[in-house]
Structures are given as structure tokens and as C-alpha cells.
């Protein structure tokens, strides 16, 4: 596909005329997937798609329009001159843009680091293998992923990279009130591993039998909880929402306002930044700025940086620093601890293993503070051993004492976790986090 959008972005540039600037984005992906059904195979198939993003800039005014590659010459050249010609019309009736940034010093860079992915068919049977009797639901997608940028300066970025991953559930199953209990799990990697799979399966499996227990009631109150990897990245993701945002910091309507401006703190043990060299996300943004191979956002527990994207940076002032336009978090990395994974259960003791959370949001944005819902496997543990399930219950808790006063230890494995969305195209988004020793979460209902 290098080769195929370089080609398409040459003959995008060669339609300009006199002032005209052309930045061109694409987007493309070669994909198999899988989705199942009690361990089944329900739908399967592959994709191969790309998009064109073409933007044309004169006179301080910019329009852009996207474009479905073909893969046909002449009817992908034909859709460019159309386009160019479309915008080169409307273009004059636009305002100049105020807050327009784009790189103009050239910074071309090329990367692919492929992977070592599955056959479908392999991959598929060894989920079948390991799944079988099962009541497994889920979906597997596969394959290379590819984001490019070029501009009419003479950039030239292109970004490969291989991946996949497994999303799954396996069901109790059994009379009305077992069935929707289930354990939920995923694995994503840039190398297939059949063993950890079946490994990983049969885990979840495992855990079944604790869901097969009469569900202990605990009343509204603060207990002892250990956050799974899993839960964390919920947690973690919610500071997308404008919490690492230079736009919402400058604002001041940032959910970690209070740590930016010195008045709270996390724990020490908390450090996060925006890792592009290890993630799946691309070095370069949708304007043609690169993105540093790390950003320092939380450092030991204090306010570190922010995401600045093109547009928050001509506004404010600021370095432009890759972010996209959301300024969320691409590729977040939160730094693990010393508490050793398979010592989890025995250091928390007594208290609840959260799994999974679920529906997260801000109960009040400017303490930080956070609500949502345990779903999936949640238990209360005695002795360091699962003793029976937990309903499906609420927590309300600030993020000042999950991650900061309450924060007991992270453990030191940590899991990466790829984005679940397919919706459109496979995203490039990915977190890597520890799971979360915590001396009291408050659980509300």
C-alpha cells in the first residue's frame, strides 16, 4: 500500500495550482476476522480497505475531503481531480481559518515492524480447540494496519504495523439467573502465541466455577479492592477525555486541573505518559508534525505535560507535540510496580477482585471524580482466595485516592490492551497498564 498512496499523493500534488498547499492522509488496513458463538464460528472474513484524506490549503483557508481508494488508476485519479476541483471552488467563499498549523519543516520518516500473526485458519482452530464445550462469544481481527502522511512540501511518512487481537467472554450458562454471568478477557499482540491462548482461555474457563457460587451481598462502603489490568485500563482511558488535553488544561476544564495547578497529587507510584514508540499509533499526526517518541504526562505522582495538538498549539502559543485533534491519548503507558502478579490475591487478602469495569464517567469532573459499574467477574476474596461473586454493584471514587492516598502497590507485569473498536476501520489506539493494589474503594449502591 506504500507504494499505492505515494503514488496517489504525487498525482494529488501535481493538480495544484499558484499558492495552493495539499496535505494527503491515509488510512488502510488488511484484516481478517472471526467472530463466535458458543465456541463456534459464526462469521468470518477478510478486509482490505484504504482511505484518501485530501486537504487543500491557500490563503490562510483550508478544506479537505475524504476519498475510498479503489485500487483502479484511472477511477482513484479520477476521484482526485474531482475532489481538488470541488474544494479549489468552495474554497474562496470560506473564512481564513485563524487557528490553521501545519508542518512545514519536512520531517519524513518510514517504519514497518512486522509481526509474527496467525493463519486465520490456525487461529481459528485453536480458539475452537481451547473453547470446545465452552460457551465462548467473541471476535478475532488480524492483520497489518497502515497510516501514511505526505504534503505538497515534500513529506513523505509511512507507518506499518502488525497486530492482532482476541476480545472474548465464556458464559456460565444454566437456568435463567446463570446466564448472563460470565468471565470476560482479551489478548492482543504483535506475535501469535497458540499456547498462551489456550493458556488464557482456559484461565477465564477456570474462573467460571467461582461464577457457579451463590452471589455474596456486601453492603455500600469502602473495602479493600484490587483493579485488574483490565479494570485499570477503563480508568485510564477516561483521562482521554480532556484530562491530558493542553486545550482543556489552558481552559482549565481538564479533570486533572487540580494536579496541574499543584493542589492535589497522586501517589508517587504513578507515572504515565504517551509511549508512541511502542504503541500502534503512527509518529507523525494528521498535519504533518512528528510525535516524540515519548511525552511525559503524570511523572511520580505530579503534573509532567500535556497533548498538544496543531490547532491548541497556533492558539495558545504551545509546542505542537503529535496529538490528534481530541488530544487523547494514543498509545498511553503507565509505569508498573514490584507486586508480583501472582501474589495479587494473597496481599489483598480480604476485599473485592474488580475484573472488569464498565460504564465509567465523571460524577464530578473537577475533583477527579469517578463513577461506573463492577460487570463481568467481580469477587469477594477471603484469605487470599475467591470465596463467592459479587453482584453487579457502583462505585464513586476520586481518582485523587484510587490512584493516590489509597494506592497500596501496582503489580510489576503489566498487560497491553489494543482498542476493541472496529467500527469503520481497526484503531490504532493502545494502553499499557499494571493492576492496582487499593486499601478501600468506595462502592455506593
Not at 505526505?150 to 467472554?169: E, I, T, Y
Not at 481518582?399 to 489494543?418: D, F, P, V
Request: aromatic share 8%.
Amino acid at each position: 500500500m506504500k507504494q499505492r498512496f505515494f503514488e496517489l499523493a504525487d498525482y494529488a500534488i501535481g493538480q495544484l495550482r499558484g499558492t495552493e498547499t495539499l496535505l494527503a492522509n491515509f488510512a488502510g488496513e488488511t484484516s481478517d476476522f472471526a467472530r463466535f458463538n458458543h465456541a463456534r464460528v459464526r462469521q468470518a472474513g477478510s478486509v482490505t480497505q484504504a482511505y484518501l484524506r485530501l486537504t487543500l490549503i491557500d490563503r490562510g483557508r483550508r478544506l479537505h475531503t475524504t476519498l475510498a481508494a479503489s485500487f483502479d488508476q484511472p477511477s482513484d485519479h479520477d476521484a482526485i481531480r474531482a475532489a481538488i476541483g470541488t474544494m479549489r471552488s468552495e474554497l474562496p467563499s470560506l473564512p481564513a481559518d485563524p487557528l490553521l498549523l501545519y508542518a512545514t519543516e519536512v520531517n519524513s520518516s518510514n517504519l514497518e515492524r512486522r509481526g509474527r500473526l496467525p493463519d486465520a485458519t490456525e487461529a481459528v482452530d485453536c480458539v475452537i480447540a481451547a473453547a470446545a464445550g465452552a460457551d465462548l462469544v467473541g471476535i478475532f481481527a488480524s492483520g497489518p494496519v497502515f497510516r501514511g502522511f505526505a504534503n505538497s512540501l515534500g513529506q513523505r511518512n509511512w507507518h506499518r504495523v502488525d497486530s492482532f487481537q482476541l476480545d472474548w467472554s465464556v458464559y456460565l450458562g444454566g437456568d435463567q439467573d446463570a446466564k448472563d454471568k460470565a468471565v470476560k478477557s482479551t489478548y492482543a499482540s504483535e506475535t501469535w502465541n497458540a499456547q498462551e491462548v489456550a493458556r488464557r482461555i482456559q484461565s477465564a474457563r477456570d474462573q467460571l466455577k467461582f461464577l457457579a457460587v451463590n452471589p455474596r451481598a456486601i453492603e455500600p462502603g469502602q473495602y479493600r479492592a484490587y483493579l485488574t489490568p483490565a479494570a485499570m485500563d477503563e480508568l485510564t482511558g477516561l483521562l482521554s477525555w480532556e484530562g491530558v488535553s493542553g486545550r482543556s488544561q489552558r481552559t482549565r476544564q481538564s479533570s486533572l486541573q487540580k494536579l496541574v495547578d499543584g493542589e492535589a497529587a497522586l501517589s508517587p507510584m504513578i507515572t504515565l505518559r504517551e509511549n508512541t514508540t511502542e504503541g500502534l499509533a503512527p509518529s507523525f499526526d494528521d498535519s504533518g508534525f512528528p510525535r516524540p517518541p515519548q511525552v511525559a504526562l503524570i511523572k511520580d505522582g505530579a503534573h509532567a505535560g500535556a497533548l498538544v495538538s496543531a490547532r491548541t498549539a497556533k492558539e495558545y502559543g504551545l509546542v505542537a507535540n503529535g496529538a490528534c485533534d481530541e488530544e487523547s491519548m494514543q498509545s498511553a503507558d503507565l509505569d508498573g510496580g514490584t507486586l508480583p502478579m501472582s501474589e495479587t490475591l494473597g496481599t489483598l487478602d480480604r476485599g473485592i477482585l474488580v475484573a472488569n469495569l464498565w460504564y465509567l464517567n465523571f460524577s464530578d469532573r473537577s475533583s477527579c471524580r469517578i463513577t461506573g459499574m463492577t460487570r463481568f467477574a467481580t469477587f469477594w476474596v477471603e484469605s487470599g482466595r475467591i470465596a463467592a461473586p459479587l453482584n453487579v454493584m457502583r462505585f464513586d471514587d476520586s481518582l485523587y485516592r484510587m490512584l493516590g492516598s489509597e494506592l497500596l502497590a501496582l503489580t510489576r507485569e503489566r498487560e497491553w490492551i489494543q482498542s476493541r473498536s472496529t467500527y469503520g476501520q481497526r484503531s490504532v489506539e493502545s494502553t499499557r497498564v499494571p493492576g492496582a493494589l487499593l486499601s478501600s474503594l468506595t462502592l455506593t449502591l
